[in-house]
């Protein structure tokens, strides 16, 4: 759904359900501080700054659409699935048969090393674009005055 929708913004949203459910798969993979990561980065910060410039470009719902989704039936489905959703993510959590032992987990301080040492570059490239995408789409989505000159003026 985050590839083929049609609104933008639905697009947006399945995608950041997504990433939460591969934070969990992390978390079931006895890796919290990488499912963590999952969250806070991907899920917080990129997705938040991806639906900003969305609204920024005037991309979205329309009023009658927005009407239509304040109808209590146009939430039946999507709260089953939620429910199901939930059931199922505590389900997970509670019982987790078999789960291999951890040799030896990963420090914070051994991520942040490797990141400002080995992947410096792709660190700083990363940096690079999304600056680039947030000045493009500020550049996009800014209303540009209209010039005149005094000789096209129509008295």
């Known amino acids: 759904m985050a590839i083929s929708g049609r609104n933008a913004i639905h697009s947006l949203l399945f995608l950041i359900l997504s990433l939460l459910s591969v934070s ?3 978390y079931l993979l006895d ?3 990488i499912a963590a990561l999952e969250v806070i980065i991907y899920a917080g910060a990129i997705m938040v700054l991806f639906i900003f410039v969305t609204m920024m470009l005037n991309i979205g719902m329309e ?3 927005e009407k239509k989704w304040l109808r209590p039936r146009m939430w039946i489905i999507p709260s089953l699935l939620a429910a199901v959703l939930l059931a199922d993510f505590i389900l997970a959590i509670t019982y987790i048969p078999g789960s291999p032992p951890v040799d030896q987990a990963i420090l914070p301080k051994q991520v942040g090393i490797s990141l400002f040492s080995t992947y410096l570059l792709a660190v700083e490239i990363a940096a690079i674009l999304l600056m680039a995408g947030v000045i493009g789409a500020y550049h996009l989505g800014s209303q540009k005055k209209k010039i005149t000159h005094r000789f096209l ?3």
């Open 24 to 26: 969990v798969i992390f």
């Open 31 to 33: 890796a919290p501080f």
């Open 63 to 65: 009023g009658r659409t």
């Open 153 to 155: 003026i129509k008295n």
